[in-house]
């Protein structure tokens, strides 16, 4: 969707080295999402934000940190990279805080070696 | 724990046959509920939702039943067509406090010519 992009698409850190993802809106919406896919999973919420500066943790967040200065970008660090955190991560925005389908980004395929 | 279960990782239909997929959830508080398609490489889209106050919502070729008591919904695809072939996910959420969405595992529909 070109409302929501993600970036990098692919990355290969190594452990124990900080990494940032970025999650870039055109739509204006208040929320935003991130969420990790893991096989047998589905997807989980890190966290999320429902404004700028306004961030709170999802059932995951335990090894990463969030920032939204900005309405438009969303950003997601691991401090610490760990093999454990090697998974498919998507941003998500949702125009309110209702019952709305959200609007996913293409994802960021993050391998921790 | 896993308040959302798709027990079927896999499902394979014959095209132009109806494609039912099941979902569970625990959670007594979950009163909306949506369906999303996946396809490779692409972030998840919304697909179809149901309110805890209907049993069914019908759009198209799909249709989703909810039944409270049983805490089970399904999601229909009649006809099924090859380009239905994606993963699906189920999700729920509790209210207005939809931001902890919690999704199923996914199944993985395969529709064959």
């Known amino acids: 969707d070109a409302g929501i992009t993600q970036s990098p698409r692919h990355k290969v850190t190594e452990t124990g080295t900080p990494v940032t993802l970025r999650c870039h809106q055109t739509e204006n919406h208040r929320y935003m999402y991130w969420y990790r896919q893991d096989p047998g999973h589905g997807l989980r919420l890190i966290h999320y934000s429902y404004g700028v500066k306004d961030t709170d943790k999802g059932e995951v967040s335990d090894g990463y940190s969030v920032s939204r200065s900005k309405t438009e970008d969303f950003l997601l660090t691991l401090e610490s990279a760990t093999s454990s955190q090697t998974s498919v991560y998507f941003c998500a925005i949702s125009r309110d805080r209702g019952n709305y389908g959200y609007t996913f980004g293409s994802g960021t395929r993050l391998t921790v070696v | 724990d896993q308040q959302v279960k798709q027990n079927s990782p896999s499902l394979s239909v014959q095209e132009g046959r109806i494609s039912i997929l099941n979902c569970d959830y625990t959670n007594s508080m979950f009163d909306y509920f949506l369906w999303y398609k996946k396809y490779p490489a692409e972030g998840p889209t919304f697909l179809i939702s149901i309110s805890s106050i209907k049993d069914k919502n019908e759009d198209g070729r799909f249709t989703v039943f909810l039944n409270k008591s049983a805490k089970h919904l399904s999601l229909h695809i009649v006809p099924s067509q090859p380009g239905d072939s994606a993963v699906y996910f189920c999700?729920?959420?509790?209210?207005?406090?939809?931001?902890?969405?919690?999704f199923g595992a996914g199944t993985r529909l395969t529709v064959k010519p």
């Open positions: 999700a729920a959420s509790a209210g207005a406090k939809n931001n902890d969405m919690r």
